[in-house]
């Protein structure tokens, strides 16, 4: 880090990146301005007033496939209306034909077609009577000093004149065919390459100091988190400046090979860049393999793809370049989503970034489609979006470099502690025994508490059993004695239940009894009563406190119950009666709990007798 500190410390604003970028972005924006103006002194010194840059209205186009037309043919041609603007054809190996008419009473204009990318752009100008007055052949494939104005756009002068004046433009290239258009006077070519080589200017020199920066902390940390960063803030920087034609301008201006394949070439190179970068901010290795395993076989696709680009012509190469930048999108939002959901910080910083990069790419499109009115700002909104997504990068690469450095000083505070620790650990094993011992002790009881549960419950029913209900019976007995409060006892049996387990099988039975318990216990609301299975299909409720008549009451309710709902289980269906007794009495010391079970026995036996389905008090 200390080298770094170095070399970043001879810059006027010493260790500030900040500093730098705004150095470097100075520099570069100085240089492109400069270079303009070299390029405006072949401009005739007019004094027009400013604001005659328009697109070229009325286009009319003829394509032709096999290329060979020539001029003198395609004035016998009939022409297409171009119906929308830019006139954009996609990738054709057919040469394209466009013309339209002007009249220029005043000074001589300047046309642009606004796309460097173009291979093969020749211009012809010709007069009322078809004679031709200039050519210019121009594209991509001519050294840069060979252009009429060197600018990254083809621009051509056209001439001033009272009648009407014919322009031919016969496009042919193997990218993307668009040919944007417009007609300017001096000051308003002169104010917008100005404005626009201010704005490649900062953006490219921003891009390419961001990118050196990293590549220095990487050499002094060989943390490669930096160089794959390094390495995309680069290539993008290309990209844009390739497209801008400002690459062709400045870096390679003899090199028209090199310059017809540079972008597929560094459109796959920032594909292995970003890939590498994304899956290593956010570490998605420690968290998901196999999406590790896809992202690094993305990178090792598109390694390859930068060597057949090399040699590939570019319409071979630039649609598998565009399929497979698209998996390296979704694989790398696939990844920030992966680890967003997981909260890992790094990870919500590069979903800005890219969500930047989209609104930029948005408003450049909606700007280039009309619905948003064209501006400086407008027409350099997918360059803005790029240095935001970079800097956001940058953003995710420091915060995770300062989770990772919180994690080291909590592992040497860790360490430091470790001493301290070292000489409680004879007391803390004491007290750790301690609590072994009562945790084992509470689980003891626990453990008793469900073998008394299990002991006293019915296993079918899940109603206390007969052996609990002994108990209980003879404690709210001796209770209600001294508290002076009447008890009441509810024994109640299923009607014709040998019957039914003859007819219907012991499994519906059981089934029975358990529906049975289920409305015994829906209809009990206090937490003293109690129910109980008392034996067979024999059912008891203990109810403290109550008098015979609210003993009747709820014992209503469960005969209700039973009436009114059959007992079902999968295709049976059966309706069920019962038989209850009721029994209720004010104990007493000279009585025992015995008298009140054989009172409510008797009562039960009664309602049998009497012909079941029934209550007997």
Known sequence: MRKVQALVAVLPF??????????????????????????????????????????????????????????????????????????????????????????????????????????????FILDEHQNLLSAYPLGDRLNFIERVLLRPEFTVPLPASESPISVYLRVQSGSSLEVPMTISEDVVLRQTMESSAWIQGLFFGAMVMLGLYHILIFLSSGDRSYLYFGGLSLTMA?????????????????????????????????????????AKVVKICESHRWINIAAMTLAITSAVMVGLSLYLPYADVIYPTLLLSMMTFITG?????????????????????????????????????????????????????????????????????????????????????????????????????????????????????????????DSLTGLYNRRHFDEVLEREYERGAREGKSLSLIMLDLDYFKNLNDSQGHTFGDEALRQTALRIQDVLNRPADMAFRYGGEEFVILLPDTEASAAHILAR????????????????????????????????????????????????????????DRICI
């Open 14 to 123: 010493g260790t500030s990146l900040l500093g730098a970028l705004f150095v470097s972005a100075l520099f570069f924006s100085t240089l492109l301005l400069s270079t303009t103006a070299i390029a405006s002194t072949v401009l005739y010194e007019h004094r027009l007033p400013p604001g005659f840059g328009q697109i070229v209205p009325d286009v009319s186009y003829f394509l032709d496939p096999s290329g060979d037309t020539s001029l003198d043919d395609v004035l016998k041609r009939s022409f297409e209306k171009v119906r929308e603007y830019p006139p954009q054809f996609g990738y054709t190996d057919a040469a394209v034909w466009l013309t339209f008419k002007y009249r220029n009473p005043g000074d001589i204009v300047w046309l642009s077609v606004n796309y460097p990318m173009l291979d093969d752009v020749q211009i």
């Open 238 to 278: 290309l990209i844009q400046a390739t497209l801008w034609g400002r690459s062709y301008q400045f870096l390679w201006p003899e090199s028209p090979g090199w310059n017809d394949i540079a972008v597929s070439v560094l459109i796959n190179a920032s594909n292995f860049f970003g890939v590498l970068y994304i």
């Open 333 to 457: 939002a696939t990844i920030v989503i992966v680890r967003m959901r997981r909260g890992y910080p790094p990870a919500f910083a590069v979903f800005v970034a890219g969500l930047m990069y989209t609104l930029g790419s948005a408003s450049y499109i909606l700007g280039k489609l009309g619905v948003f009115n064209n501006s400086l700002l407008l027409d350099n909104a997918l360059a803005l979006g790029q240095l935001l997504q970079v800097l956001l990068f940058a953003f995710a690469l420091s915060v995770r470099m300062a989770m990772d450095k919180e994690l080291r000083e909590r592992a040497q505070r860790d360490t430091a502690h470790a001493q301290a620790l070292l000489l409680e650990t004879e007391r803390e094993q004491n007290m750790r025994l301690d609590q072994e011992v009562k945790a084992r002790t509470q689980e003891l009881r626990e453990a008793n508490a469900r073998l008394e549960k299990i002991s006293t419950t």
């Open 557 to 612: 309710q469960i005969w209700t119950a039973m009436r009114s709902e059959p007992v079902v289980m999968k295709q049976q269906t059966v309706r069920l009666t019962i038989s209850i007794g009721i029994a209720a009495t004010m104990p007493n010391k000279e009585n025992s709990y015995y008298t009140l079970l054989k009172r409510a026995d008797e009562k039960l036996y009664q309602a049998k007798n009497e012909g079941r």
